[in-house]
């Protein structure tokens, strides 16, 4: 079972306020993602990083940003949440196994976040 | 590039019915195949891999296929089971740090 962490795992708030979405992960794991997943289903990459000090846009703009100052910590942040941002938020990690053919993601439960 | 393709929903199934979600996926190099299951109000958990062509993933009665020739990977289990209810992802990854999810195939089994 995948050791993988996410908090909270509902928050309702308010148009133009902070907020900071936190995953942790203990199993050493040097990558990890952010996905945004619509009511549709479909996954979206918007973050990822390759280990600590890295960290990369994906393939949907978004306007949140992410930090990775230690390996098991990969918060995702919105400057100014608005009713567009309303989403569920997965993150992961994957390893590398020993080779790029075994790499398998895991996820975390899931944030759900409405903005009102 | 490469992509997923995977058999719309939502599926509705008897206890005990027979399930194939079909997936196919298009890939430049020689990519590693996933099931992945999302049960209401969580995250997605592996189901089942399979890093090679020919390759037979297997896990709680589902199994897939690696089939290269036709570029495949469908999902079956032979006795669905009410608690078998959830959204069922492909993914694959060729490339590191690179997975793409199909859009999710939603299952209801109903007693």
């Known amino acids: 079972e995948a050791d993988i962490y996410q908090t909270p795992r509902y928050l309702v708030i308010g148009t133009g306020k902070k907020i900071t979405l936190e995953c942790s992960q203990t199993?050493?794991?040097?990558?990890m993602y952010w996905y945004q997943q619509d009511p549709g289903m479909e996954l979206h990459l918007i973050h990822y990083?390759?280990?600590?000090?890295?960290?990369e846009k994906g393939d949907l703009s978004s306007e949140s940003t992410v930090s990775r100052i230690r390996t098991e910590h990969f918060p995702l942040t919105l400057e100014s949440a608005r009713p567009s941002h309303t989403s569920q938020y997965l993150c992961?990690?994957?390893?590398?196994?020993?080779?790029?053919?075994?790499?398998?993601?895991?996820f975390g439960p899931g944030t759900r976040l409405l903005v009102l | 590039g490469d992509s997923v393709t995977q058999m719309e929903g939502p599926v509705t199934l008897s206890e005990e019915a027979f399930l194939t979600i079909n997936c196919t996926y298009t890939?430049?190099?020689?990519?590693?195949l996933f099931w992945y299951v999302q049960y209401p109000g969580e995250g997605l958990q592996l189901l089942l891999k399979?890093?090679?062509?020919?390759d037979k993933g297997s896990n709680k009665g589902f199994e897939a296929t690696y089939r290269k020739e036709t570029t495949s990977f469908h999902l079956e289990k032979g006795s669905v089971q009410v608690s078998d209810s959830a959204v069922y992802f492909c993914?694959?990854?060729?490339?590191?740090?690179?997975?793409?999810f199909g859009t999710g195939t939603s299952l209801t089994v109903i007693p």
């Open positions: 890939a430049t190099g020689y990519p590693s």
């Open positions: 990083s390759y280990g600590v000090n890295s960290t």
């Open positions: 992961a990690s994957s390893d590398s196994g020993t080779t790029i053919f075994e790499e398998t993601q895991y």
């Open positions: 199993m050493g794991h040097d990558k």
């Open positions: 993914a694959l990854s060729a490339v590191a740090n690179q997975f793409y």
């Open positions: 399979a890093t090679k062509a020919d």
